[in-house]
């Protein structure tokens, strides 16, 4: 599997994620829980910060409703949808600056309110997904005919990461800026004494 984003115009490797026909630990959860929020419906994520979510939209929109989480400007998502009037899955892009960190705690939820089970709960940390917070995730095949358990009438209200906020790795960019500002600081002081 490729990881990271290659340089020279090349696009960034794809992570692709779909409902496994059995969605038992550690890797993949399930719930039926329709109401509430992601959090108390997932003891996994007691403690962790929402870090990216994306809502869709009604009637059907590629963009999403409403996007909110400490690294909202980091990514964009593009939600896909059938003819059926469903989605069925979504498209999440790095788009630059902090990135998730997926060394310890990271986790994606991809949410229906009106399907069972009612949310996925995917270890993104874990095989086979080892996100670096940078690839494409590709989710498709949810709440359609054909998938285990589907009735077809379900579809996709919100898919959305979360982490633990300390792992967020500060750019490089900011190192290099802070170290030339100390530079400049030090130069400024000599040039006065």
């Not at 994520?45 to 690294?71: C, M």
């Not at 498209?91 to 998730?100: L, N, S």
Request: aromatic share 12%; charged share 15%; with cysteine.
């Amino acid at each position: 599997m490729l990881y990271g984003v290659f340089s020279l115009g090349a696009q960034a490797a794809v992570l692709h994620v779909n409902p496994p026909i059995n969605c038992l630990g550690p890797s993949c959860f399930t719930t039926n829980e329709n109401g509430g929020h992601d959090t108390a419906a997932f003891s996994q994520l007691s403690g962790l910060t929402l870090l990216y979510k994306a809502e869709s939209g009604d009637p059907l929109s590629a963009t999403p409703d409403k996007e909110e989480g400490t690294l909202k400007y980091s990514y964009s998502t593009e939600f896909l949808f059938s003819n059926e009037d469903e989605y069925t899955g979504a498209k999440i892009t790095y788009d630059g600056g902090p990135a998730v960190d997926c060394s310890v705690h990271c986790y994606l939820v991809v949410k229906d309110g009106e399907h069972e089970p009612a949310r996925y709960l995917f270890d993104l940390a874990l095989s086979p997904y080892e996100w670096d917070g940078v690839m494409v995730l590709n989710i498709t095949g949810f709440w359609q005919n054909g998938v285990r358990g589907s009735d077809g009438k379900g579809s996709i209200s919100h898919v959305a990461i979360y982490g633990d906020i300390s792992e967020i790795p500060v750019p490089a960019a900011f190192w290099l800026f802070g170290t030339a500002l100390i530079g400049f600081i030090g130069i400024s002081r000599r040039t006065r004494v």
